[in-house]
């Protein structure tokens, strides 16, 4: 694997993470200044955050640590996309790369996606929120 794509896989780990957080972080200054408060070393530029979630650059182990101790995530799992109850397996993979064939889906599937589908997208949008805090943890505690 290319520095390039360990770096962008980075980038969507922590993307993930954040998303996952009590506080929601959208920018990459707000990145820089909620980490700054928490980093005992030295502190990180606007900049370097920008690099960070757009997978440009990957911080330092000490940053990765400061990262995912205030993230509540395991330092593999932000670090290489395992966490050490699943070393050896796959890096995170979206939901969608995970359905090969629609047509395999079962009866309660379907019925599933056809109340998703009927409800106004504002609650489309909460469910499938939901759905993906429920993934998220899945894969960063395969064990919940």
């Given at each position: 694997m290319s520095k390039v794509d360990e770096k962008q896989e980075f980038a969507?780990?922590?993307?993930?993470a954040?998303?996952?957080?009590?506080?929601?972080?959208?920018?990459?200054?707000?990145?820089?200044?909620?980490?700054?408060l928490r980093?005992?070393?030295?502190?990180?530029?606007?900049q370097a955050a920008?690099?960070?979630?757009?997978g440009k650059s990957r911080p330092t182990r000490d940053k990765i640590e400061t990262l995912a101790k205030w993230l509540d995530v395991p330092?593999?799992?932000?670090?290489y996309g395992v966490s050490s109850s699943r070393r050896g397996y796959a890096m995170f993979e979206p939901a969608h790369s995970l359905i090969e064939?629609?047509?395999?889906l079962s009866?309660?599937?379907?019925k599933l996606l056809t109340q998703?589908?009927?409800?106004?997208?504002?609650?489309?949008?909460?469910?499938?929120e939901i759905a993906e805090q429920f993934f998220i943890d899945g894969h960063i505690w395969p064990s919940a």
């Open positions: 969507t780990r922590l993307k993930l954040l998303k996952r957080s009590r506080k929601k972080i959208e920018t990459a200054s707000e990145l820089a200044l909620q980490f700054n980093h005992p070393n030295q502190s990180i530029s606007q920008h690099k960070w979630l757009s330092v593999e799992w932000l670090r064939n629609p047509a395999t009866a309660d599937e379907l998703l589908r009927s409800m106004p997208e504002h609650r489309r949008q909460l469910i499938l």
